[in-house]
């Protein structure tokens, strides 16, 4: 990905991603299909300006969605990241 910007398209907030950041210092962040772990790093060290010391991901197909015409769809497929910042690091995403 050529732009980091293109890299995360916005964090993931909800109560189990609140709770999991105030017990580990994890944030989740919805972010491109194609983008790599250490695009994820390289994009967050530079975006927010915090160390990161881990990155996890997890892929998520798109769901079946059907209209009253009984049109098959799909929703698109995204990709999220658990991201772990360093020691002593912190953000406050609230």
């Known amino acids: 990905m050529n732009n980091i910007y293109d890299v995360i ?10 709770v999991l950041h105030e017990v580990t210092g994890e944030i989740v962040l919805e972010v491109a299909v ?21 990155v996890r991901t997890a892929n998520y197909d798109g769901k079946a969605r059907r209209t009253r015409t009984k049109d ?4 698109p497929a995204w990709k999220k990241a658990y991201v772990r910042l360093a020691q002593g690091e912190s953000i406050d995403l609230v």
Do not use: N
């Open 9 to 18: 398209k916005k964090p993931r907030v909800s109560e189990k991603a609140a």
């Open 34 to 54: 194609k983008a790599t772990k250490l695009e994820i790093k390289q994009a967050v060290e530079k975006c927010l300006g915090k160390k990161v010391a881990s």
């Open 72 to 75: 098959a769809g799909c929703a």
